[in-house]
């Protein structure tokens, strides 16, 4: 080894020449996304303010948007199948009809009106081309009033009967059809039929199980044979019949269907056809209430086809919705017209009015003068009106008469 040269290298300390080196651009922008963490996180006199919407505002607007957009798209969906429904419903109604209603030329909303329900059971002891009326209601809403009174005519009714004569009342839907049926109780009542509705009960199952099944109220102990559900003779001879148990039940649509045709009850030889007729309305005023239900609105989309298919009609999918409102904001008065029963030579049981009772139950219905109950001893065929249930109308008639007393129909 050369003697001037050290086995080592020699390193100078100190500060070298040139410029000292900076940070580099990335490094400055790290060092201001630190500090401005550093300075959101300062808490010293007042709150640093920050340039962009807070994100639960933005949230909070689009959840608004997307439920107002499901709310449209549900009720334009619900309309469409009510008016398919509907529509469908329009032409199944016989033909003169609608020429035979009397107009009406404000909204159901605004002024009185009167719709008359007629309701047949075809498929009732296997009479498939009977078109008696089994039921016979005319519906009066009255916007002005909040009420909705449901005007009862009993079948065997006897009245004025044009082309016929004096006859039952149901015998003008078997002669005539609806058209003969509005005009006859237009001119005996003096109500003017607006609307119509034809309600078959045989179909009005599947309705009661679409919205999931209805609530009523039974006034008294049912046991009655009639549909009998076993195949042979022998097992129907020991088969006691349908129980209905007094008090509120739920039913699906059979069980609603059987308790609307029961004829005779067993534990009632009072039990006549107006009970009959009162648990048939029943049943069609517990559907009404759930089909104007907020839980049965939900499912309009899913449902809203199949509430139509019992009905004919003349009435719209926009009044339809309409009687609907009215019904949901209004109290229930039930009326009846009746008489005393008569037979006629010919060995036929008939219905008669007598007096002003005809009268003085319109008037009501009208409101006019203040509902009436039925007088005591008219029995269960007396005219009247009570608040509630039809079924209650016809127990109070019971009870009103000293000579139809069962004590299971007056409890209570």
């Known amino acids: 080894m050369p003697g001037d040269q050290k086995p080592y290298r020699v390193y100078r300390g100190g500060r070298t020449k040139g410029k000292v080196p900076l940070q580099t651009p990335p490094a400055r922008a790290r060092s201001r996304v630190r500090a401005g963490a550093r300075s959101a996180e300062y808490a010293g006199r007042g709150p640093i303010r920050s340039k962009t919407r807070p994100r639960w505002r933005r949230r909070l607007a689009i959840g608004a948007v997307v439920y107002v957009g499901l709310v449209v798209v549900w009720g334009v969906t619900s309309y469409l199948y009510i008016h398919s429904g509907i529509t469908a419903a329009n032409k199944r109604l016989p033909v003169g009809t609608a020429e035979a209603l009397s107009g009406q030329g404000s909204l159901l ?71 003969l049926a509005i005009k006859t109780i237009e001119s005996y009542t003096g109500l003017q039929i607006n609307h119509v509705i034809i309600v078959d009960f045989a179909q009005f199952k599947a309705v009661i199980d679409a919205v999931g099944g209805i609530t009523v109220n039974v006034p008294e102990r049912i046991i009655s044979k009639f549909d009998c559900p076993y195949p042979t003779n022998t097992r129907c001879a020991r088969w006691d019949g349908w129980h209905f148990a007094k008090g509120p039940q739920h039913m699906d649509g059979k069980r609603a269907l059987l308790y609307s045709r029961v004829r005779k009850n067993s534990l009632n030889p009072a039990d006549s056809d107006v009970t009959r007729t009162a648990r048939q309305q029943d049943v069609l005023q517990a559907t009404l209430k759930k089909m104007t239900a907020f839980g049965t609105a939900l499912r309009l989309p899913f449902i809203g086809g199949d509430l139509t298919k019992p009905l004919a009609t003349d009435l719209s999918a926009f009044q339809f919705m309409e009687l609907g409102w009215v019904y949901k904001r209004a109290h229930a008065l039930h009326c009846r017209l009746g008489g005393v029963v008569q037979t006629l030579p010919d060995g036929q049981s008939v219905i008669v009015s007598e007096g002003d009772d005809k009268d003085r139950v319109i008037l009501a219905v009208l409101g006019k003068t203040a509902p009436l109950p039925p007088r005591p001893g008219e029995g269960p065929y007396g005219a009247g009106c009570v608040s509630g249930s039809f079924a209650g109308y016809t127990q109070l008639a019971r009870c009103v008469t000293p000579t139809l007393r069962p004590s299971h129909a007056c409890d209570g």
Do not use: E
């Not at 007629?118 to 078109?131: E, I, M, R, V």
């Not at 009326?133 to 065997?156: E, G």
């Open 109 to 179: 909303l605004s002024s009185p009106t009167d719709t008359l329900i007629l309701g047949s059971d075809h498929g009732a002891g296997g009479h498939q081309t009977d078109n008696h009326s089994d039921s016979i209601m005319v519906i009066r809403t009255d916007p002005s009033r909040h009420r909705v009174t449901y005007l009862s005519i009993p079948r065997d009714l006897r009245v004025p009967i044009a082309g016929i004569g004096d006859a039952k009342i149901n015998a003008a839907m078997q002669s005539g059809g609806p058209p």
